[in-house]
């Protein structure tokens, strides 16, 4: 898989030319949202992989592939362009760290992915407006209305991702996660 997705990725960096779009936030809360409507949380499946795929980086191949394998998949993006850091040894003497240089088009294609990711999220908080409540990552959760779901739907059908749709609850934000 990484193999697969480093190959396909260098020959589209080869072959275009990025364009990060505007950094935004991985999560986001509206401090402003302050109601106890009923909210439903929209999910985007495989959200990063999609991207990859629409966007023509992967092929469909490599895309089926990879929904068998989730975080096999998501991990070979992530490391996209990485810097690679060894110890050099000679027998069992360490002579020294080496770090050799991850290429800079690669991590710009992965800021992409993500990036696409969080300003798709941005988009919908847009739309709803003070009926949005937070994104994270590639979850949009809002109140809930027919009107609100629509626009959701709408935008994310655009963009040619698919995505399912969950009731959502203050209490799941209040939990603590280490005890």
């Not at 009107?147 to 603590?176: G, Q, R």
Request: one cysteine or more.
């Amino acid at each position: 898989m990484f193999k697969s997705v480093k190959e396909a990725a260098v020959k589209f960096c080869n072959n275009h030319n990025i364009v990060v779009p505007e950094e935004r936030p991985c999560n986001y809360t509206n401090r402003l949202y302050s109601r106890s409507d009923e909210l439903v949380a929209t999910d985007v499946n495989n959200a990063y992989w999609r991207i990859a795929l629409n966007e023509n980086i992967i092929t469909p191949e490599v895309y089926q592939k990879g929904l068998e394998f989730k975080n096999t998949s998501l991990a070979s993006l992530a490391v996209l362009g990485r810097d690679c850091n060894y110890s050099a040894y000679r027998g069992l003497e360490y002579l020294k760290d080496v770090t050799i240089g991850g290429r800079k088009d690669l991590k710009d294609l992965y800021k992409f992915i993500r990036f696409s990711c969080y300003e798709t999220m941005y988009e919908c908080s847009e739309e709803l407006k003070e009926d949005f409540y937070k994104w994270k990552t590639d979850e949009v959760i809002y109140t809930k209305t027919d009107k609100h779901i629509e626009i959701v739907h709408a935008i994310l059908s655009n963009k040619n991702l698919s995505f399912k749709d969950t009731p959502y609850s203050y209490e799941t934000d209040n939990k603590l996660v280490c005890q």
